[in-house]
T-cell receptor, first 112, second 117 residues
Framework: GESVGLHLPTLSVQEGDNSIINCAYS??????FIWYKQESGKGPQFIID?????DKRQGQRVTVLLNKTVKHLSLQIAATQPGDSAVYFCAETGGATNKLIFGTGTLLAVQP | GAGVSQTPSNKVTEKGKYVELRCDPI?????LYWYRQSLGQGPEFLIYFQGTGAADDSGLPNDRFFAVRPEGSVSTLKIQRTERGDSAVYLCASKIGPEQTRANVLTFGAGSRLTVL
């Protein structure tokens, strides 16, 4: 399948370590944020979301942190596994639009 | 269907030709989006349908690109006079309605990879 990993920032971690992927968003009017995971040859897959009235949300092995002051979003993955290897995108929406705007993505490479 | 289906999965065409890409959204989803993804980049918004109408087509790059959704279900993205720069993966996504909620997030298809020679 096509690799979307070329030219992307890359985070390389050892299996079992925690991963932190960062994202800066652009629109201060955005009030809803989503992290997507994209494996080679597939479409993006929903991981976790957060609204602007929260600063932290936890899922299974994943946590999203939102800092509205500096327009920064992060995704934390606990006990990273080889199956977590993929490109991760943050996406934002809100205000008067229904458009979901994606960031540039980070390639997570998990070393066994 | 169980997921968003896109056809063809791969399309190779020559510069100047006309191309149609099809999207079958999840049954019952009224909102449908098209995105374009170039190698190494995030998906870029093209157009959003709510029902049969294009609620936002601000992402279409020029008048060679057009999309329809005549019955509020299947959508077709049409590209006229293709150029080499149109080469990308075209992603379709759908959701239940216009709301932005955890129960109503965009579900993506696998995409149609277009290569213009």
């Amino acid at each position: 399948g096509e690799s979307v990993g070329l030219h992307l920032p890359t985070l390389s971690v050892q299996e079992g370590d925690n991963s932190i992927i960062n994202c800066a968003y652009s629109n201060s009017a955005s009030d809803y944020f989503i992290w997507y995971k994209q494996e080679s040859g597939k479409g993006p897959q929903f991981i976790i979301d957060i609204r602007s009235n929260m600063d932290k949300r936890q899922g299974q092995r994943v946590t999203v942190l939102l800092n509205k002051t500096v327009k920064h979003l992060s995704l934390q993955i606990a006990a990273t596994q080889p199956g977590d290897s993929a490109v991760y995108f943050c996406a934002e929406t809100g205000g008067a639009t229904n458009k979901l705007i994606f960031g540039t993505g980070t390639l997570l490479a998990v070393q066994p | 269907g169980a997921g968003v289906s896109q056809t063809p999965s791969n399309k190779v065409t020559e510069k100047g030709k006309y191309v149609e890409l099809r999207c079958d959204p999840i049954s019952g989803h009224t909102a449908l989006y098209w995105y374009r993804q170039s190698l190494g980049q995030g998906p870029e918004f093209l157009i959003y349908f709510q029902g049969t109408g294009a609620a936002d087509d601000s992402g279409l790059p020029n008048d060679r690109f057009f999309a329809v959704r005549p019955e509020g279900s299947v959508s077709t993205l049409k590209i006229q006079r293709t150029e080499r720069g149109d080469s990308a993966v075209y992603l379709c996504a759908s959701k239940i309605g216009p709301e932005q909620t955890r129960a109503n997030v965009l579900t993506f298809g696998a995409g149609s990879r277009l290569t213009v020679l």
